[in-house]
């Protein structure tokens, strides 16, 4: 269904040509002129806004909904507008009356809102009256009604909240550590301020709940209804607006709150704000990142992002391009700029999908940097001190390796970045081999210590793990057949040196290089023999080169 832009101007009463029929109506309140709009054929339509005079939009918007006849009421001179009755399909009556009615119509012009709460109908003298008043007052006083007039109204209960409204704009006055204001009727509205969706979250939630009433229409700043939901009590609303717009100036959704069940509107333009069925309670933050993004211009990078380009995490409309400064590993998010548009602002960080927190928020930029500790793949077998550099596998960092020698006994191999920056240690290989030592700690060196006679550097002893907030490290394979390194326990806070060292060393030493002179096998118990033949059990002490024979012999000793 279309929706209706109607100018009431009574000039064009018969020729409009957009589906609704004008007519005079001729037995309308007496002393006024009045005129009526209807569907052509009958039926409804759906009202956008009303004009007068092409171009002079009423300051007000009709309700939503399917609306089947609009009546406006003039004086009998000067063609002065008055009032307008919209009645909707549901055969509800809302009243819109001028403020001040001393002058012509313009889009400037003010008025008050009346809904019939649907328990008694205005008669034409009802109308008379209110149309009286509002031709002698700059402002019709809903106080001076008669008493029988104001109740047959939804403003004789209801509260108008403002959703401009917020603390400190000189009308909102404190109320220990919330706040109030009073509405257009004298009643109470108070005023919760919160931040969304925790005390450090990143938008501000204002809650608006009647004192002693019902919620009635919304408005913004005291002039255009924005919203028109049927008046009803224990009900509240609230406004969520970024956490950065200071004057509260751009609402990003409303939540309208009834019991236990809350209803979303959603605006493209602050001016006409719709229901949506897309929002719910478990998907608010992610609506309200989206409406910021559209509404705001205020945008996510995700800085763990390393494709060539990707949109922006929250409303998947704006896209930014990476590139990557291999040489300083650094990777520069910048967005795609369209010709005669400003930069966006940036006000939310994120690392694959967890919200990073502390960041200021930054506007008029195109590009930003994301600088990384790299992870890299050491190489073990990497004792060339002579060599400048060597690149670890996959990657284009340079590392250098420097000696030191243990008490003439062990040599040190430490693999710092040529540049003396830190990294992260992804894994370290001996000759192709992984040993798989890791650490997510930010790393300032890593050692490599060898036994001085294993030439062929075959065997790495110990690993050494310097963070940079001096956490030391350490791995070894604790024996002789092992697979995997492991971390040696309780020793990150002190750092082997010395006698302590020399200590370690000694026993990965006996470990891995065995003396042969020394290394005895025992064998207690061995009871061999074949099919039919039976040998007694022979105790012996073996050295490891007379085993084979000692095998040997028992298997021909029992044949």
């Known amino acids: 269904m279309t929706s209706v832009k109607l100018d009431i101007d009574p000039s064009k009463l018969y020729s409009r040509g957009d589906g609704i029929n004008g007519s005079h109506k001729h037995n309308g309140p007496q002393g006024y002129t009045s005129y009526e709009y209807t569907k052509s054929y009958g039926g409804s339509f759906e009202l956008e806004l009303l004009s007068y005079e092409s171009e002079k939009y009423l300051y007000f918007l009709p309700p939503k909904g399917k609306i089947s006849k609009v009546t406006t009421y003039f004086k009998n001179t000067g063609n002065i507008l008055l009032a307008v009755q919209i009645t909707t399909e549901k055969d509800r009556n809302y009243y819109y009356v001028r403020k001040d009615a001393r002058k012509d119509v313009d889009d400037k012009s003010e008025f008050d809102e009346f809904v019939e709460n649907g328990k008694n109908r205005l008669s034409d003298q009802d109308i008379r009256t209110i149309l009286q008043k509002v031709e002698a007052s700059t402002k019709l006083d809903y106080k001076t009604l008669p008493k ?6 939804w403003r004789k209960n209801d509260a108008t909240v403002d959703i401009n409204r917020y603390p400190a704009d000189g009308i909102v006055k404190p109320d220990g550590k919330s706040y109030y204001y009073t509405s257009e009727v004298g009643r109470r509205v108070d005023l919760v301020e919160t931040r969304y969706p925790d005390r450090d979250g990143v938008y501000r939630k204002l809650t608006h709940t009647p004192k002693d009433g019902e919620l009635g229409t919304i408005k913004y700043d005291g002039g255009f209804q924005i919203l028109k939901p049927e008046p009803i009590q224990k009900s509240n609303i609230s406004v969520y607006y970024w956490i950065y717009d200071e004057i509260y100036y751009r609402p990003l959704i409303l939540q309208f709150f009834h019991e236990s069940s809350s209803v979303y509107y959603t605006t493209t333009n602050g001016f006409r704000w719709n229901e949506t069925k897309d929002i719910n309670d478990s998907n608010l933050r992610e609506e309200l990142n989206k409406q910021n993004c559209k509404r705001r211009g205020a945008h996510a990078i995700n800085i763990s992002e390393k494709s060539e380009s990707y949109q922006c ?4 409309n704006y896209q930014l391009n990476i590139l990557l400064d291999r040489e300083k590993q650094y990777y520069i998010h910048g967005y795609q700029m369209t010709e005669n548009k400003a ?29 990384a500790t790299p992870k890299v793949i050491l190489d073990a077998s990497k004792t060339e001190t002579t060599e400048a550099t060597y690149n670890p596998r996959r990657n284009t960092l340079k590392f250098k390796v420097s000696k030191k020698d243990i008490d003439q006994s062990y040599a040190q191999y430490i693999h710092n970045k040529d540049d003396s920056g830190s990294s992260r240690l992804k894994d370290i290989e001996h000759k192709g081999v992984s040993l798989g030592v890791k650490s997510e700690d930010i790393l300032t060196e890593v050692s490599i210590f060898y036994l001085d006679g294993d030439a062929q550097y075959d065997k790495p002893l110990l690993v050494e793990l310097v963070a940079s907030e001096n956490k ?17 326990a309780n020793q990150e806070t002190n750092r082997l040196e010395e006698d302590n060292l020399k200590t370690e060393l000694e026993k990965l030493k006996k470990i891995h290089f065995p003396d042969p002179s020394s290394d005895v096998v025992t064998i207690v118990g061995a009871s061999l023999g074949t099919v039919g033949t039976e040998i007694t059990t022979v105790i012996g002490i073996w050295k490891r080169k007379a085993i084979l024979s000692a095998i040997t012999m028992l298997f021909s000793t029992a044949v």
Do not use: L
């Open 148 to 153: 029988d007039i104001r109740e047959k109204f």
């Open 343 to 371: 930069p966006p602002s940036i006000f939310r960080f994120f690392e694959d999908t967890r919200e990073q927190t502390g960041f200021p928020f930054v506007t008029g930029i195109n590009n930003i940097c994301r600088y």
């Open 472 to 488: 030391y490290t350490y791995y070894r394979k604790a024996r002789f057949y092992a697979n995997t390194w492991t971390k040696i």
């Open 313 to 316: 995490p929250s409303c998947k």
